[in-house]
């Protein structure tokens, strides 16, 4: 299977409505996680990375009339509209749009809601983003759990090769909704600091929200690019919300992605793991990686910066690790405090400078899925 | 059997879906975790709500579940400290 | 390498009756909208000895079902890929949870809202340890399918397998599950998956 590459992209996120604003955000040490008012916890409030609602609607009122998008619709037309501000000429009759989430517009369960109850429908949702922008192909819309951001790029990049669409747009995002916050609440799952990807000292997740967006192709176009070679997903089979201890899953999918990618362990120039500061999902990363001889390569989590962005999550990182490959930039592990004893890491501590090359993406899901890319910086030849 | 006893197997039938299993079909110091009645991480935060919902009880550590929910009689002596319902 | 696949078997659930192939095998007295009785009914009928089905919502309980009558005397490998489909995605059990979040939230509860969950309970019961996707679509969408489905399997991102649909519109159930191997007699084409889809007993 050939590769494709990855061309103009953007996040809608806290910490910018661009990528350029998220990376500078990062680049300073940002993070999105700040505390929000709900009585179900302790001190009635909680550590999430959500979007003001007044920011999202200015920035989105200068392409359309927010009164008529959910949140979540406005965060995704903006990521689609970045990329597209910034192509040259599309073909909207030929664009495959992909669209990635997990709840969608799920908060139109909730009785004050402005809008009608079919919109809580995944094809609706990516019909209003259709719509929005005037596509002609009927939207591609993928709800994997934890791993559909990601998922949504292998998706692209099989069916680019069979052939069945040149060029797609990929978007992805989720909200924090009373729905999600109270269903990991009931999971003992949030933290009540933010979260801490692989520290022996974490306790839990963040939540956060996001939208992000990126332009596919099987066309180079540029000489300086990042290309997705190789991918694998594999299912645990041992439990649908816990993960599997030996990393079965995992391990085999980065079995594969390494096999196609025909790299060893020591060619991989970074990892970005999926680290979301649970205690089990942190230590059967450890536990994979390890096995697969990944343990020396610099690894980080995004979810310190972002919290855990769900249908976004695996894409937005996706596209941090594009941006980190370009710029040969290792990004901190951010709120990396103690390393683990049993199966240690190479956890990225602060802002490297980096030849990078090859990097690999690893993303899990409830359900047991699990997601592994590899990335390769393509320079001039 | 106390009441007690017999009141957690038939809650705990219920909550958790353990539809092919009975009152009787629970022994007061079987390993819930264990092979017989088969309990895993879900079943465990269901416990936890349990607690809360049917005798008042909210732990305040998660862990603590480890300990507690080890067999029908460590439950009932537990619940029967703490309980505010 | 152009390996021929086939639809080896397929199976439906649907209006209180369940097939195997084209042949009907069980059909419910209850009213159709009786779907937890019904559900309760198909598994004694398949004599299926499974206590985690009881503790899974609609969803799972139908696509367990399904893969009982589809897998039952397969010895499948693992390399069993599952690509599935529907156009609520776990709406039915998403509604549960929002009713409960202002009082007790059951964690049992909300690990289903999520529609891919079915695809973990296939995997687990199966030991299926292979790709996995699930798409959303407004009506069962047999080009995607069929040819996502061909993708994994022509690029060898898998060696079989299971495709289709399962839809759950509050009680009305509508379950079509494909087995994809290279063993069978109709080629998996998307027409002919189309077909059986549409195919109505008598």
Known sequence: MKKIYLHEDAI????????????????????????????????????????????????????????KYTKLEQMMILAVDGVLKNRKQTNFQQLQLIVSTTKGNIDILQSN????????????????????FGFKKKPIVISN?????????????????????????????????????????????????????????????SLGEAAAAVFVSKNREVSKNVSLFADSSANDANHISGPSRTGEGLYKCLSIA???????????????????????????????????????????????????????????????????????????????????????????????????????????????????????????? | MSDLRTELKESIIEQLNLEELSVEDIENDEHLFGDGVGLDSIDALELIVLLEKDYGIKLTDPQQGKDIFVSINRMAEFIEAHRTK | MNKQYYISNFTSIKKGAVYNAKNKIFESELELNEIDLFLKEAYNFLALSYPKFFKMDRLSKL???????????????????IILSNSTSSLNTDKTHQESINQIVSPSIFVYTLPNIVLGEISIKYQLQSENAFFISDTFDAELIADYTNDLLAFEK???????????????????????????DVPFTQKNLEQLYYFENE
């Open chain 1, 12 to 67: 809608i996120s806290p910490l910018g409505f661009t990528t350029t604003e998220n990376i500078q955000a990062i680049s300073a040490k940002k993070s999105a996680l700040k505390l929000h008012p709900n009585s179900r916890f302790e001190n009635n409030n909680f550590y999430a990375g959500i979007i003001d609602n007044d920011l999202l609607s200015q920035a989105f009122l200068k392409i359309g009339d927010a009164s």
């Open chain 1, 145 to 205: 759990a934890c791993i559909s951001g990601g998922l949504a790029l292998a998706v692209a990049r099989r069916f680019i090769n069979s052939d069945r669409f040149e060029e797609a747009i990929v978007v992805g995002g989720d909200l924090v909704s009373e729905f999600v916050v109270s269903g990991f609440n009931s999971f003992q799952a949030i933290s009540n600091e933010p979260c801490k990807p692989f520290s022996a000292n974490r306790n839990g997740i």
């Open chain 3, 63 to 81: 696509g367990i079902l399904a893969s009982e009558v589809l897998l039952k005397n397969e010895s499948l490998e693992s390399d069993t890929a």
């Open chain 1, 113 to 132: 809601s402005n809008f009608p109850e079919n919109r809580v429908l995944l094809s609706e949702l990516a019909n209003t983003v259709k719509e929005f």
């Open chain 1, 258 to 381: 390494l096999n196609e990618a025909r790299l060893t362990p020591s060619q991989i120039d970074y990892l970005s793991a999926h680290g979301t500061g649970t205690i089990f999902n942190d230590s059967m990363e450890a536990v994979a990686f390890t096995r697969s001889g990944l343990q020396e390569v610099p690894i980080n989590s995004y979810k310190g910066y972002y919290g855990h962005t769900l249908g976004a999550a695996s894409l937005l990182e996706s596209i941090l690790v594009k941006h980190s490959l370009l710029k040969n930039t290792l990004f901190s592990s951010k709120n990396f405090e103690v390393a683990e004893g049993e199966n240690p890491l190479n956890i990225i501590k602060d802002h490297k400078d980096s030849n990078l090359t090859y990097a690999i993406k690893t993303s899990s899901g409830f359900g047991g899925c699990n997601l592994a890319m590899v990335f390769k910086k393509e320079e001039d030849e």
């Open chain 3, 158 to 184: 898998a060696k079989n397998a299971v495709c289709g649909w399962i839809d759950l519109k509050n009680a009305e159930y509508d379950v079509f599950l494909c087995l994809i191997s290279e063993e069978g």
